[in-house]
């Protein structure tokens, strides 16, 4: 993301977070938060005016996005708040079709003025546009619904929750890692509510109210004689749920081989928090790897972003085509690969299924940006590359009728594109746990938890990191290690895959900000997965010194 | 146009600290219009325009600080913002690192803005597309590319008399272009102040050149070997060291330049004594603001002198806290170098690696600064002085610092992009020896 895109709040220090702030963000007062503003009604009485305008010039197909985008950002660090951010955006952004060709135009005047106004200039952009256009856009049909609503499934509120709740949360952390010994804690809370209301042409008009959460710390232990430090993130996930995410029940706790306490549907940050400082003063005094060729066991905290990397990426069909070729790179799965429908992606147990449904997840949504219902469809089938991730303008390329609902605008302001949708891995059908797996592996390395990442521009060779590292000896696990990193290729990595733990070991963490797109816009995506087996992997001792 | 005076900025700023009941008030002014068109596939793809200006007002009671904002810039929404940051900041918890709003300052006169680069119209932004496009045709070539452009200004005003006014310019614009039968692939990235220097069709000309060269290229062993980086390639690896020269962070023991027992690495000569970098915000090849947004003058500073860490970026609070003047970060840094060519850095290379581009580079390790990355869109076999052929792209593990007590020769100084973020600079290219690639990637 570029440096230029974040103001620096006043009052935070040097190295503090950076706030994303466009010219139409404003900083409000919490309680502006749960004010409706506009209810569905009078929102389509505005919608209805940008759509008949733009049918008066000539547009051929139309979408209306009325927006309105919340966040808070509650951060601190040891016993201090260092800062609370509300944030509104606010406006509609219209799109078009005329003489064949899109035409985008947004404005934060949300009246009828401003409707007509914007709508004008989103059929004046397209006729423009259009004297560039080779061929005209061809959109796949997708059914009209009519007036429908979607809410994210959620029992509280997180923007009703007072801020002083989170706040004596987040010092409560902070004081239980200062107490177990930890040198410095910064911990965070930010929350998310998309209020989006979509109208086409089409005679969709669609009301939804979304709401994702992500709690996060970074822990650092230092060891003052050798100078050696280590950071313990939160083993949080960011998730599309509301505030009961902060519950900590007892039953969604899981306790991992190696004696890791990790979390599922709920999250316990006070308890993550003293176990992260006892966690990073292992992790200095962790032997270092001898590298060489592991069996790598990995946890779904872990593998979540392997999985990001690796094929949600390259199954992004305007990868594929190109269209992403001068920033993110295209894809090794081009269409021939796909065309043949034997290209050997990972091995049998290798079943990937994208999805904008799975409740709970950063994905799930109703409805996509472009008014087509979510749903799930298979990318990998037992191994084989059977499908991409597409939207209504791309799926003719491929020879199917229906778009996969995967078109995404990070706001009202800018234009919505194919962004991807949860690329999740199916759990194992035999009963398998992690300790079982880990039961039957001679020399192995078992990880928990993603940290450094690299990939090239065509999803052929990687590099992960982790956070802790536990050596397998013989089926056993012998303690931690440190300095590990392993590298591949996405191919013979998946076709590596030798099992995937049940169901039971289910989970679904993600990424609130993966970036795509010039301008850059983000999205919000998790990748579920048990935990899983790769054998013979290539791990690379990663200390130097300085 | 959204961009005001220094005058009218400043009435219209006095207007609102005239509106403050708090303790101290600090308000924040900026607008900018800004301009881009995409391609890809030969054929542009999206196209965009934003105006916009946004007044932000800092109220602070004591230690508490409430920051509100706004774009609608009437008496009467200049009124509501302050209270509403007044209100806030009485909810507001004590920050106490909360440092008082700096008093009048002195600031250089900047030379950040170019006026043609304010008038781009989109005729000639179209015209710049097209000269870049119609060269890929011509070769048979596919090119996709990104060109921005952005104009605006910024000010500053406090309580205690402090006022600071800016206005800049500036266009970015990066190409890659990849051979018909995606076999090869160049890239090239233009960044100035002044768009009158940024030729499409020349930049392009030389990502064809890249994509046409690198094709059909050779897998050789990974390993280490004396490299030539590009500028381009360079800034990626050394704005790792730039971004972490914070001082509380080496002071708090959690940085490459913090030592064992509290210390820093400062006063340390940490890399080769041919190593000098230094920001100058009057560097008429890259002028920066005069001026941060907190106030503090931005002068030209000396990081690296002959190998040695000089300085370490301060924030206000741990400047106050360390009783130092405490220096703030730079917009832009800037690297010595020597006097050859990258052509004549090859002709005395025995042996080596040309990369002129690096991507997706990670912190593998923050206590070394271990970065992990591969090179892209053409990396090349130097054998006798002379390029031999194209090779496979490589996967390193490398730290700059490692890399910097490596030097072989530091070539001339030019204006380059970042492409992780975006960020300008004025860096040589550099010859490396062993430099570690760890493996080898399939990628074109």
Sequence with gaps: MKRRDFIQLAGMGAGAMMLPMDGFTQIVDPSRMLDPLLDASQKKVLADVALNTTKSLGATYTDVRIGRYLNQFVITREKKVQNIVNTESYGVGIRVIANGTWGFAASNNVTTEGMKKTAERAVAIAKANSKFQKEPVKLAATPSYGEVSWKTPQTKNGFEVPVKEKVDLLLAANAKALEKGANFVNSQMFLVNEQKYFASSEGSYIDQDIYRIFPNFAVTMIDRASGQFKNRPAFAAPMGMGYEYMDGKAEDKILLPGGVTTYNKSYDMIEDAGFAAEQAKQMIAAKSVEPGKYDLVLEPSHLWLTIHESVGHPTELDRVLGYEANYAGTSFLTLDKWQTKKFNFGSKQVNFVADKTQVGSLGAVGYDDEGVKCKSWDLIKDGILVNYQAIRDQVGIIGQSESHGCCYSQSWADVQFQRMANVSLQPGKEQLTPAQMIAGVEKGVYIVKDSSFSIDQQRYNFQFGGVLFFEIKNGKIEGMLKDVAYQANSQEFWNSCAQVCDARDYRVPGAFNDGKGQPGQINAVSHGSATARFNGVNVINTARTI | ?444
């Design chain 2, 1 to 444: 146009m959204l961009i005001l005076t220094k005058e009218e900025a400043q009435a219209l700023m006095k207007k609102v600290l005239a509106f403050s009941k708090a303790d101290e008030c600090e308000v924040n002014l900026t607008g900018s219009n800004a301009g881009n068109v995409r391609y890809a596939r030969n054929s542009v793809s999206t196209s965009g325009g934003i105006s916009q200006m946004s007044l932000a007002v800092a109220s602070a009671f004591g230690k508490k600080l409430g920051i509100a904002t706004i774009n609608e810039l009437d008496d009467a929404s200049l009124e509501k913002v302050v209270r509403r940051s007044e209100e806030l900041a009485q909810l507001a918890p004590e920050n106490p690192e909360f440092v008082s709003f700096l008093g009048p300052q002195k600031y250089a006169e900047p030379v950040t803005f170019i006026p043609a680069t304010a008038a781009i119209t989109p005729k000639l932004r179209a015209d710049n597309v097209a000269a870049s496009l119609k060269v890929a045709r011509d070769a048979k070539a596919i090119a996709a590319g990104f060109l921005e452009d952005n104009s605006g200004f910024s000010a500053m005003m406090n309580s205690h008399g402090l006022f600071a006014y800016n206005t800049t310019t500036y266009t970015n614009f990066s190409i890659t272009v990849r051979t018909e039968d995606g076999k090869g692939s160049g890239y090239a990235t233009r960044g100035f102040n002044d768009v009158a220097k940024l030729d499409t069709k020349a930049a392009t000309e030389i990502a064809i050149e890249k994509a046409v060269k690198s094709a059909t290229a050779k897998a050789i062993e990974p390993g280490k070997y004396t490299v030539i980086l590009e500028p381009a390639a360079a800034a990626v690896l050394l704005e790792n060291i730039f971004f972490a020269l914070d001082a509380r962070q080496a002071d708090e023991g959690r940085s490459f330049l913090s030592l064992p027992g509290g210390k820093t690495r400062q006063g340390e000569k940490l890399m080769d004594e041919r190593v000098n970098i230094y920001s100058d915000p009057l560097n008429p090849e890259l002028p920066t603001s005069t001026w941060t947004n907190d106030g503090r003058p931005q002068e030209k500073t000396t990081w690296i002198e002959k190998g040695v860490v000089k300085n370490l970026t301060f924030s206000r609070y741990w400047a106050e806290k360390k009783g130092v003047k405490g220096i703030p970060s730079p917009d832009a840094f800037i690297m010595e170098g020597g006097t050859k060519s990258v052509a004549e850095l090859i002709k005395g290379t025995k042996k080596g690696i040309l990369v002129t581009r690096l991507w997706y580079i990670r912190t593998v390790d923050p206590q070394s600064l271990l970065l992990t990355g591969l090179t892209r869109d053409g990396t090349f076999y130097i054998e006798n002085g002379e390029i031999k052929y194209p090779i496979k792209n490589f996967r390193f593990n490398e730290s700059p610092i490692i890399m910097l007590n490596n030097l072989e020769e530091l070539g001339k100084v030019e204006r380059t992009v970042s492409v992780e973020s975006n960020t300008n600079y004025l860096l040589p290219p550099l010859k490396i020896r062993d430099f570690t690639f760890s493996s080898l990637s399939d990628a074109v």
